[in-house]
């Protein structure tokens, strides 16, 4: 079983930004990521995780999201958030909460899936092969609900397998890969952290601590993780990053700030990370 497990989770252009600054951060800090034996990404986390993971420096991440290179602009309305609400929100039971998501995002009018394809195939860049060392990518298949885990043995591209990680229902259509339709791997837990089971040390950077909806929030999963026996640290944003990034995750012109203030988190964050990382 692998022995360390980074895990980066969903958060729109907002959230990825902040999450940017925080590996930026850790980085700089001399904190090992590339030490990691498996890195696990949804949404935006499976976006910079697979470039962080193909090469690309942390600080170029950070550094593009300062300058609004990696800005990416969702077409996000008040009706589609209230769509979304009322999908998500409509049953106390997480499997009839994700079915009616998924009901509502493959009858939702969006865009054509190509959207989706060029918005990630531009963030990803000349990540296009799946890295040497283990990726998994999660998304939600919209007409059952079930969590999959993309790696280089799925039989689908990388940009396949983002695409389909960051179709965010009622926004974007669920994206069609291996003749299944997806949608966004956060849409029932921003983490998926039970997919770094088995690992005995885990970092777990989440720019939202929740999915909309009644599923486990990240801190429950990752004390199940504890329970197990993991060494798990989880980093959510704190009062000052809540505060940079705002309630909108899809404000791009929150992003420089977010990145900034992820990046001034990390540091405060680096000795309780490097002890349970590198100890």
């Known amino acids: 079983m692998p022995d360390k497990a980074l895990v980066l989770g969903g958060g729109g252009p907002v959230g990825g930004a902040w999450l940017t600054g925080m590996l930026a951060g850790l980085t700089e800090a001399g904190v090992a990521l590339d030490a990691a034996d498996v890195l696990i990404g949804a949404s935006a986390g499976a976006v910079f995780g697979a470039r962080l993971r193909c090469g690309t420096p942390a600080a170029e991440l950070y550094e593009r999201q300062l300058s609004g290179a990696d800005a990416v602009?969702?077409?996000?309305?008040a009706r589609m958030t209230a769509r979304y609400l009322w999908a998500a929100l409509g049953s106390r039971d997480p499997g009839r909460s994700v079915a009616r998501l998924g009901r509502t995002a493959l009858r939702a009018r969006t865009g054509p899936e190509s959207d989706v394809f060029d918005t990630v195939g531009r963030l990803l860049g000349e990540?296009?092969?799946?890295p040497e060392r283990e990726l998994r990518v999660t998304a939600v298949d919209a007409?059952?609900?079930?969590v999959e885990a993309f790696g280089a043995r799925s039989g689908v591209t990388l940009l396949e397998a983002v695409a389909a990680s960051c179709a965010v229902p009622v926004v974007w259509p669920p994206v069609t890969v291996?003749?299944?339709?997806?949608?966004?791997?956060?849409?029932?837990s921003t983490a998926n952290l039970p997919l770094a089971?088995?690992?005995?040390r885990v970092l777990a950077v989440v720019?939202?601590?929740r999915a909309v909806g009644p599923h486990p929030s990240a801190s429950e999963e990752a004390a199940r993780l504890t329970g197990d026996g993991a060494r798990v640290v989880l980093l959510c944003p704190d009062e000052d990053a809540r505060r940079a990034m705002g309630r909108d995750m899809a404000d791009t012109a929150r992003g420089p700030a977010a990145a900034r203030a992820g990046y001034e988190q990390a540091l405060r964050a680096v000795a309780e990370v490097a002890d349970a990382w590198d100890h």
């Open 127 to 130: 990540a296009r092969d799946w």
């Open 197 to 200: 089971r088995g690992s005995r």
């Open 207 to 209: 720019p939202i601590p």
């Open 178 to 188: 291996a003749d299944r339709r997806w949608m966004d791997g956060g849409s029932r």
């Open 73 to 77: 602009r969702l077409p996000v309305t």
């Open 143 to 146: 007409r059952t609900g079930e």
